[in-house]
């Protein structure tokens, strides 16, 4: 499984930094490591310093931030490159090296209600999702990760295919052990207003068996039917994140629909507000990743 990591040197990718170090195995190729320069910060520089210059500072910044952050044996090129939107040249890079997984750093510490929970480059990056994506909070260190499951968020279709595959991997690179949870909503919470409690309540145990039954086919499909499966009612982000503070999740592993931009004025992306909220490093994960070809 070849890996990349985008760095912002900024203090945002020191997680990213970590956990890619940690996530890799010996039989991987090394690490890859990626940083973007602006051309509208190149631009105000390049009066002052020829860009051989920069892009060189910039390189010996990079290869100081990993060395910081340890597992230097894991890592092999630094590259930085210049772009107009470090997103596309993200995306661009990972698809021209074959990389099955990106790696980048949120804005949000682990704890706290800051108002910019991701940042509009990682945002964008899981917007365009061209290939599976970890979004890792900057403060997460390996001595402080979740020592509970790798949760696989799933709505029991084939747009979670994928995770199922990239869960597998990376539990046992991680030595942890995989829940498969999905979430259905609380009828009280959309009927309420409308139906009494006492019919609402049959309503959501029989949605709770539907759910159940739907999550343990798919489990079976995707070879995860040994799994403990937690069906979970409530909105799914935050239900989610609760539940994984709960068990100590080491990670969160869900599928994308790939929500176009017209869609999204409409309905948010589950992945997304995961990446945003949780405690603990979240994957995205195409529907079609590790099925055509086998990324170990």
């Known amino acids: 499984m070849r890996s990349l990591v985008g760095l912002d040197l900024q203090g945002h990718d020191t997680g990213a930094i970590r956990f890619a ?46 060395d910081k952050h340890g597992a230097r044996a894991s890592w092999g090129l630094v590259s930085v490159v210049a772009g107009e939107a470090p997103e596309l040249a993200l995306g661009n890079h990972a698809t021209r090296v074959d990389a099955d997984v990106l790696v980048i750093g949120r804005r949000a510490l682990t704890e706290g209600r800051a108002l910019v929970r991701l940042g ?25 990760a979740g020592r509970g499951p790798i949760i696989v968020a799933t709505d029991g279709g084939p747009a979670s295919d994928g995770a199922a595959n990239f869960a597998r991997q990376l539990a046992e690179r991680l030595d942890r052990t995989l829940v498969v949870a999905h979430t259905f909503e609380d009828l009280a919470a959309i009927a309420g ?7 609402l309540g049959p309503i959501n145990e029989r949605l709770e068996v539907v759910s159940g039954d ?10 995860l039917g040994e799994c403990p499966i937690e069906v979970l009612r409530g909105e799914s ?4 994140c609760r539940y994984a503070q709960s068990v100590d999740a080491a990670a969160i592993v869900c599928g994308s629909r790939r929500i176009g ?26 529907s079609d990743w590790g099925q055509s070809t086998d990324p170990a």
């Open 214 to 223: 739907k999550t343990r086919t798919w489990a079976h499909t995707n070879n």
């Open 237 to 240: 982000v935050g239900t989610l």
């Open 193 to 199: 207003a409308h139906l009494p409690a006492v019919e």
């Open 120 to 144: 509009k480059v990682a945002r964008r990056v899981l917007r365009r999702l061209v290939t599976t994506t970890v979004v890792v909070p900057p403060d997460f260190a390996v001595t402080s």
């Open 21 to 66: 170090a940690w996530a890799a195995s010996t039989k991987s190729p090394p690490l890859e490591a990626l940083h973007v320069l602006r051309r509208s910060d190149l631009t105000a520089l390049l009066d002052h310093t020829p860009q051989h210059d920069i892009e060189q500072g910039a390189t010996r910044l990079a290869q100081a931030e990993i």
């Open 261 to 286: 931009m017209a869609d999204r004025l409409w309905q948010s992306s589950v992945g997304t507000g995961l990446a945003s909220h949780a405690h603990c490093p979240v994957a995205v994960v195409p």
